[in-house]
């Protein structure tokens, strides 16, 4: 299809006019040509201005509610297949840093969970899911695109891989690590979220074991939609207030073509 | 709560992180329109609602699929939207059963959501103004053929067999049709 050919059909494309074989032509031949596709942008926007002449009517707020359920529940089911499947994680706000590990099974676990320890709530949460904390989140950990992200190794860990999910309804914050060396004494490993001011949260400190597998559990509070990257740097025993060390993995939630030279790393 | 001085670009892009504090400042801004183009096609609330719930979950799942760099949101939302809407008449059928469509909404009958953002509000009902405008100065025949074509889903050829006019006169409307409303909503623009 030349040019010419494209600009007698891209009205009638616009309105959704065409027969589907017309469609696949002309739309082959925008996906080649920039200034036909700059032409079909125009029209597209011209017909759709079509849409409000049609007589503006406000869908019942039963609508709503249905809406914003099923988009909750794809968040929870996304955290993967099994006895969670489409279940929300009822993840008590609140689950106790040290009695899980003690009584739960979480022992590999790192923990950087601000929240107030109650160990009933901790002992309620794992009885009502019908789960262990553990499973939760490897289930967490396991979930679909929409809520984990693979760190990558940049520089020095050649070999590590890491995996980071998360569950805004529930504010939690899990990263499981593997391949990566022992820490030097006196020396730990830090997850950072970068925010789209280049500024980094930290999300806690973890150590690994003699696999070089390392796992931490993190609450997740406030912007949470500004996160744009996330990194493990390798910093002082503690941990550190500041990114100090270089970052050892990380992961970038932004598509490549919209990351400045720097990759988006402050 | 969203800051209302988001482009629903950034609050798309939010999307690919489940944020669901965007996706539903995204709803509040548009579901109305959504819902709106969908009636128009379909003509029967419960099968309006159906295709609005389908436009945004197919957004919450597949954010990616909005491409920035190819037109604004809105123009891809209410393709989206009126695609959507051709193919539940279609799959429908003579299941589909049409209504006596509500009155339209008055300025007081407007939900919470657009008296959160009442700017938006009143920019929708200028562009509003200025489309219809722009449409009724187009001849009748030139009126008619968009209209069957956008909202009635009916290709040229089917539109040329429903008013019993040659192929060619129906493409020529609609090329005349699309140029003069493209030409006016520019001039309302630029005033």
């Given amino acids: ?266 | 709560m969203t800051d209302p001085g988001l482009r629903d670009e950034d609050l798309v892009a939010r999307l690919r992180w489940r944020d669901l504090a965007a996706f539903e400042a995204l709803y509040d801004r548009h579901a109305a329109l959504v819902y709106s183009v969908a009636y128009r096609v379909v003509g029967n609330a419960q099968a309006a609602e159906d295709v609005t719930q389908e436009v945004f979950l197919r957004l919450w799942r597949r954010p990616e699929l909005f491409d920035g760099t190819r037109g604004r949101f809105t123009t891809w939302l209410l393709s989206v939207a009126r695609n959507r809407a051709v193919d539940e008449v279609r799959s429908l059928g003579r299941r589909l059963q049409h209504e006596a469509p509500p009155p339209e909404a008055g300025a007081q009958e407007l939900g919470d959501a657009s008296a959160a953002d009442p700017e938006l509000e009143a920019q929708l009902a200028l562009e509003r103004e200025a489309v219809r405008a722009a449409l009724a100065t187009l001849p009748p025949e030139q009126q008619e053929v968009l209209l069957l074509a956008y909202f009635g889903g009916l290709t040229q050829q089917e539109i040329a067999q429903r008013l019993g006019q040659p192929l060619g006169t129906v493409k020529t409307r609609i090329r005349l049709g699309m140029k003069k409303l493209r030409e006016r909503l520019r001039r309302a623009v630029e005033t």
Wanted: aromatic share 4%; with cysteine.
């Fill in chain 1, 1 to 266: 299809m030349t040019c010419e050919e494209l600009e007698e059909r891209l009205d009638a494309y616009a309105l959704g006019a065409l027969d589907a074989e017309e469609v696949r032509a002309v739309e082959a031949h925008l996906s080649q040509c920039g200034r036909c596709a700059a032409e079909a942008a125009d029209a597209l926007r011209a017909a759709s201005a079509l849409a409000l002449t049609a007589p503006f009517l406000q869908p019942r707020p039963a609508l709503r509610e249905r809406v914003l359920t099923a988009a909750r529940r794809d968040v929870a089911a996304a955290a993967g297949p099994g006895p969670l499947a489409g279940r929300r994680l009822a993840w008590a706000k609140g689950a106790a840093a040290v009695l899980l590990v003690a009584a739960l099974g979480l022992g590999s676990w790192s923990l950087a969970l601000r929240r107030d320890v109650d160990r009933l709530e901790a002992e309620n949460a794992a009885l009502r899911s019908g789960t262990t904390p553990a499973a939760l989140v490897a289930a967490l950990l396991a979930g679909g695109e929409a809520v984990t992200w693979t760190l990558e190794a940049a520089g020095p860990a050649a070999g590590a891989r890491g995996v980071l999910a998360w569950d805004p309804e529930q504010g939690l914050c899990a990263l499981s690590v593997d391949g990566l060396p022992q820490p030097p004494a006196g020396h730990v490993y830090q997850l950072w979220l970068v925010k789209d001011d280049g500024s980094a949260v930290s999300m806690g400190t973890f150590t690994v074991d003699a696999d070089g597998t390392g796992r931490l559990l993190s609450t997740l509070g406030g912007e949470f939609g500004r996160f744009v990257a996330a990194g493990v740097s390798l910093e002082p025993a503690g941990g550190n207030s500041q990114r100090q060390g270089a970052m050892i993995l990380r992961a970038s939630f932004r598509r490549p073509e919209e990351e400045g030279a720097s990759g988006g790393w402050p």
